[in-house]
């Protein structure tokens, strides 16, 4: 830089030396000099008005001034025994230099003041003699010393901080002062407590900022800045260097940075006292010059890892000359702060590359959002890359082979080039020395350096991990990184940690996320350190010394291993070639890594007490399980070859418990099998290998096979071990290990607890052939053993977060029922799962252990642990009894309900009017509706269907309960279906052939009783029924005698009627033909179903119990319903829009590189603006959910006021779009159900905006369309947001099967809206989730989240009392990767519930996957923030809720007799 400039090092020199000899006192004996200073010096200090008034001096001419300064000269060389006098000079000069300020002192001789510039250069040289460290003094009189030079250098900072008066020259003397005396202070090898140790960061602070003065006043000259950077390599063995050079960088960087990217850029924070350095009329182009060259003043800072360097200067070799017992100048005391003085530099240069990322201070480096405006790497890469390359290989195999070649050059060098001048070896270009390293002190071995080692890689990677999307790395920059990451990475023999392995893992946490080329190359090194850090509970340390948080590293290994589980499955056999072997000997293939893995990650869940981590690793388990499955699905067919995932002897660390007998196995079969290999460490092989052959080169995939010379024995062994690593044996392992840590570790810790249960949920919906049902009934029995270890916990313990916990195995468990039923087949599963649904519901067990005696539910008290766990467990065992085995049903996932009600039941009704002209009311007027258990609405027809024909008691009922609506039709046979064709009544048989026998007519008595009643002996029983004379004397004769009289009217009406009937045509004389009565059809079947199925045991009454003594109302089964109510049809309607399963919705968007308003995001949506679009967006939206036509759509549909109604509705019969790529709702959504939960995926468009704008402005909504947004619909529900989609088949990630949904059910009619009143305002607005498509990953910074809100509403806003916030709002944001990869950020409100598995920030996911992912930690959010939420209530719940609502509004009350008049009345 400043080659080509002459060095001032001599005039310095020059002036050192001569300002002993500027004074003719010198010529005479001290003893005169003496007695002639302290006689003139005194009288001169009594003037200055220090301890009397100042007055006007005495000098006036200049031979006097330059008299008196002659002999002040020599009063400042005197030994420090003479301090007052000594201190009389200090205070003269002092007070002379203040010539140059605006207002001198009156005490200043005229002469100076005339020519103050020419005077304060002498006072300045003159000044160089009080620095002169003196011989032999005690530490008393250096203090004194100290002192005076502190006096000296605070007089000359403030003249040249005030002073208009100083010339160039005199701005140059300034600095050539300061150079020198640092110079004669620190050049010498440092002895503790001295004057240079004591002045010497006071002495370095003024010359740094008197020359950021003088770069503003007066700009030094190239030779000046030459000199500075040569006396500053004489003093690199003094701390304080460093770190003053640090302090004047960081704040010449925050001037810098803030002209360079604008006041928008992150402001780097100093300290108070350090922003004042640079002077404020510095000018930008001025700080840029001043902050390149300060940058570069003490050299290559790896130069310090040189002893023999830094120990070349002539005052080390007269140290090393006059030392008694002989020793090298690199053995003195001093430079074993050297290793500490390395870390000082490296960590200053750290903090300028934080500068320049706009990184704080104190990061580690993960998880911090950098700014978007911030530099190239390139760039910064310009600056430093020089010095952080060498230092990160300090220590390594390529800087011992260098430091080799160097020795050896030198050797072969005359030895007069070693001696060079003290300023000529800057650099590590320079041969370091022709000594042996053995020779260094043992605190100064290279391995003392590892710190200052660590920091410059651990900068390196905070670089390259910066890289920006499509942003280039110059391949050499490239190159040289992994060469250092590559040495940095080797483990040892004694398999510890030190600090190099740990600053680049905790700074390395996006550096596989970022398509950085042939970033793969150093996959096997990172995947051995993760071996390291991860799997064992104690880390291994190299020393003890160092000083970092563990969690932090552990989270920072746990965030590689997420961007590189993916990669094994995505690459397969592609190989990863060595960077120092030229040969293919240790050549891996991406497939051998997988199990390695594997069992990181499990080993790491094992050990891992960090929720935060923990959390983490389960999400990166049920990603691997699932890419794995899929993996299996879809590029092998579902077939039976698997490949295997050779390790060849890589196994490094110890299997614990979890690496199994199966994974120790393979690694010994591997490692066996290396030499009968060939070397050709790629051969893998499954069973069927012609299939996986033909499959993966149908994908461009290369086949997998066995070598030639491999032994047959091996080959087969090697076969059976390829079946621990699929999909099956991975799943297998993750349900024991999370199963088992969830009992033993977990269970105490909500946010771990639940994303335990999340993942299990998650492998429970996975479709594995293989499935082995005892492993599934063991995790079943090991959650149902979770709640009941939860539930047992004693009632202090008993909190919102335990019971959260418990609801949500209870959905686990759901989860594994319905996706393998046949574990109801089981009487030990049943029994268990059973067991706990009782334990749920009421509180306790019937049978604590098995044999105790079972305790019947009517003596059992229900205290359940809570309302919500009560909930819970009903609703498992709902999903037991109607769902289990039978979802979906043949209406489809989108209803779990009947798609049946009154109106299309009328339809088929022979009774009813057209429908065109019918309506809800009219339905309903048909059907009698009572309710049972103040929760069930029975709506009964007892007429028979149109479509049967068999003249049977028919009943048709629609169950309206929490659960749903089912409709049932019964009929009451005496025969089977199958016996039912044969007639029971022929037409006319005849009349039969009469008897002419006259039989004879024998006249008898008539006897009440038999002959022996007499003889009986009463009982107890004959007195219950008196006798006529009891009667009359308990009532009197005058009832007994109008009974008597009743009795004798009636005898006489029979006789008149009987013989009325002798006389009538069609009396028995007349003799007639029989006929067979006429086929009844008209039935009172609701009173049979009502009495076969026990709801009309009123008898039934418990005389122990007071409620149901006699007096009192029985306990009604039955509540008839007032059906007349106008509004009755309404809340009916309103009860059949409240869905039975939970509702979601995301919304999808598609962001272009660069785009930041919402108005761009939204048109990218738009139909000519689809071809550009990335086309794994549209494969993306095909794996979320199905695509559904709106108007034929009877399930959730992202808006509240067009969900759950009956299909084919001719209003919605809209004319199909043009746009096939549009799920914005207004006609095609997607939409994705299970049994217990609903999510639409919506893509909103302009029309979005539209939409929500007519509907929040008119008042129409809230009459007409916002059916089913009752006042507890979407109580603390989340909503979701989602984008784009483009029409292709979906794909096999999607669990329910297409065919299932094809039945197409029967077309119900119309069905009106009827009016609602308006619903009670929610406590909590519902949240949003968003699904972001970033093609640039920097974009999320700028998402504009606010704006996009009003594209995302669903009609349920209006009743919340606060809208939804962007704060509130989670957001999936999704980046495609050149790889062919997604890289994932999670962004959201914060909370200990906030971010759900399987997504975890900063994964890196296969595109077979993502679909699935997303899907399911949306639903986990949603799950969450409901568990979260204090007033949620379950949807069955608030069915029920509705139930009782109604019943209070249209309740009859009736006694039992109008009751059952109720059920003989026919229906309208």
Known sequence: MYSEWASLSAQITANSCGAQCFSVLNKFPASAGREVVVSVVKQLGTNLGITQNAEPSHLVKDEEVKWCMDVICFGLSLPLQEHETIKDCVNVYCEWLTALHPQPRISVPKPICEDANLYARQIINHFHNLFVPRQGESADTIKRQAVLCHRVLRTLQQTAQISQLMDRQTWDTLLLFLLAINEILLAPPTVKDDVGDQLCERVLSVLFEVWLLACVRSFPSPSMWKTLQESCAMWRHRVALVDQWNRVNLALTARLLEFSYGPAFPQLKNADEDGQLIPIGMSNDCVAQTWYRFLRMIGNPTALCSPHIISKSSHFVQWALTHEKGAETHQHPCLQQLPQIFLNAMKGISSQVDAFLALPLTSMGAGVELAVARPKCNSILHVFHEWLFEAAHIGGDTWRQNRKKQACEASKRPSSMIMEHRKGSISLSQPNSLNDPQSLPPTLTIDKYESGRAEAIGTLCKIFCAKKTGEEILPVYLARFYMALQQCLKITESRECDETLASILLHSSD??????????????????????????????????????????????????????????????????????????????????????????????????????????????????????????????????????????????????????????????????????????????????????????????????????????????????????????????????????????????????SLAALELLSGLARLHIRETDALECKRAVKWICDYICYQCSRPPPAHSKDLHSTIVAAFQCTAAWLMQHPYLLQDKDCLQTVLEVVELGISGTKSQSKGTDIPKFKDEKELKPASMRVRDAAENLLTIILEQVGYFPSECGPESISSLLDELALMKHCNSMVPAAAASSEQAIAKFKYFVT????????????????????????????????????????????????????????????????????????????????????????????????????????????????????????????????????????????????????????????????????????????????????????????????????????????????????????????????????????????????????????????????????????????????????????????????????????????????????????????????????????????????????????????????????????????????????????????????????????????????????????????????????????????????????????????????????????????????????????????????????????????????????????????????????????????????????????
């Not at 006798?1027 to 004798?1048: D, H, K, P, V």
């Open 511 to 752: 550096l596989f996320r970022l398509d950085l080329d042939g970033i793969n190359v150093l996959l096997p090194g990172f995947i051995a350190a993760l071996e390291i850090v991860l799997p064992d509970k104690d880390l291994k340390l190299k020393t003890q010394s160092m000083v970092f948080n563990r969690t932090e590293l552990r989270r920072s290994a746990i965030n590689i291993l997420l961007s590189i589980m993916v990669l094994p499955l995505h690459y397969q056999t592609l190989p990863i070639r060595d960077l120092t072997c030229e040969t293919s000997e240790k050549m891996f293939t991406f497939i051998q890594l997988k199990s390695r893995l594997m069992n990181i990650l499990m080993n790491a869940l094992q050990v891992e007490t960090d929720a935060q981590n923990t959390h983490m690793l389960l999400g990166g388990l049920l990603l691997c399980v699932q890419d794995a499955v899929t993996f299996e699905e879809t590029e092998l067919g579902g077939g039976n070859a698997n490949l295997s995932h050779n390790s060849s002897g890589v196994q490094h660390h110890d299997a614990n418990l979890l690496s199994s007998a199966c994974s120790e196995r393979s690694a010994s079969l591997v490692s066996a099998g290396t030499a009968s290999l060939g070397g050709q460490t790629t051969a893998t092989m499954g069973a069927g290998s012609g299939s996986i052959r033909d499959t993966a080169s149908a994908h461009d995939y290369p086949s997998l096979t066995i070598s030639d010379d491999m032994s047959f024995e091996f080959g087969q062994e090697l076969e059976g071990v390829t079946t621990y690593d699929n999909a099956h044996a991975l799943f297998v392992r993750a349900t024991y290990l999370v199963c088992h840590r969830l009992i033993s570790s977990w269970k105490t810790d909500l946010n771990v």
């Open 933 to 1468: 258990e103040n929760s069930t609405i029975l709506a009964l027809l007892e007429e028979p269907l149109g479509n049967d024909q068999d003249p049977q008691p028919t009943v048709t009922l629609l169950i309206r309960g929490p659960f749903g609506r089912h409709a049932w039709t019964m009929q009451l046979r005496h025969l089977p279906r199958s016996k039912s064709g044969i007639k029971y009544h022929a037409v006319n048989p005849g009349r039969p052939i009469p008897m002419n026998d006259v039989m004879q007519r024998l006249d008898s008595e008539q006897k009440n009783f038999p002959d022996g009643v007499d003889k009986v002996q009463p009982c107890v029983a004959d007195y219950s029924i008196p006798t006529i004379e009891q009667m009359r004397e308990q009532y009197g004769t005058a009832g007994i005698r109008e009974l008597e009289s009743m009795l004798e009217n009636q005898s006489i009406h029979e006789k008149l009627a009987w013989a009325e009937a002798d006389t009538s045509a069609d009396s028995l004389s007349h003799a007639q033909e029989c006929v067979p009565p006429a086929v009844c059809h008209e039935f009172h079947a609701a009173r049979l179903f009502l009495s076969h199925f026990g709801f009309l045991g009123f008898e039934t009454r418990n005389p122990q119990n007071p409620a149901e003594a006699l007096g009192n109302p029985p306990q009604r089964p039955l509540i008839v319903l007032d059906t007349k109510s106008t509004a009755f049809a309404a809340d009916l309607d309103r009860l059949d829009k409240l869905s039975a399963r939970t509702h979601d919705s995301v919304y999808v968007f598609y962001v272009k590189s660069g785009q930041t308003s919402a108005q761009q995001i939204i048109a990218n949506m738009a139909e000519e603006q689809a071809a550009s679009h990335d086309p794994h967006f549209a494969s993306m939206l095909q794996t979320l959910g199905w695509p559904v036509q709106v108007s034929e759509h009877s399930g959730w549909t992202g808006f509240a006021h067009n969900s759950w109604s009956l299909k084919g509705t001719p209003e919605e019969q809209l004319k199909s779009t043009a746009n096939e790529l549009n799920y914005n709702g207004s006609q095609r959504v997607l939409y994705w159900a299970d049994v217990s939960s609903e999510i639409a995926f919506v893509v909103p468009t302009t029309w979005n905006l539209r939409y929500n704008s007519d509907t929040s402005d008119s008042g129409s909504i809230s009459s007409t369309d916002q059916i089913g947004s009752s006042n507890v619909w979407a109580r603390g529900e989340v909503d979701s947001a989602t984008g784009l989609a483009k029409s292709k088949s979906r794909n096999l990630s999607l669990e329910l099967d297409t065919n299932r949904r094809d039945v197409k059910e029967p077309v119900p009619p119309t069905r009106r809206k009827g009016n609602v009143t308006k619903p009670t305002l929610l406590a909590q607005a519902p949240a949003k989730i968003f699904l972001v498509w970033l093609e640039s990953y920097e974009d999320y910074l700028n998402f504009p989240l606010e704006d996009l809100l009003a594209y995302t509403r669903t009609g349920e806003e209006l009743h919340t009392q606060q809208l939804p916030r962007a704060s509130d709002c989670h957001v999936i944001f999704v980046h495609s990767l050149l790889s062919g990869l997604l890289r994932v950020k999670l962004q959201g409100p914060p909370g200990r519930m906030s971010f759900a598995t399987p997504l975890v920030d900063g994964m890196v996911l296969s595109r077979r996957v993502v679909g699935n992912l997303v899907r399911q930690t949306a639903l986990n959010i949603s799950r969450r923030r409901r568990l979260d939420n204090d007033n949620y209530q379950p949807p069955h719940v608030r069915r029920r809720l509705k139930v009782q609502d109604i019943v209070q509004k249209y309740k009859m009350d009736l006694s039992e007799a109008e009751l059952l008049a109720h059920l003989f009345q026919r229906a309208i």
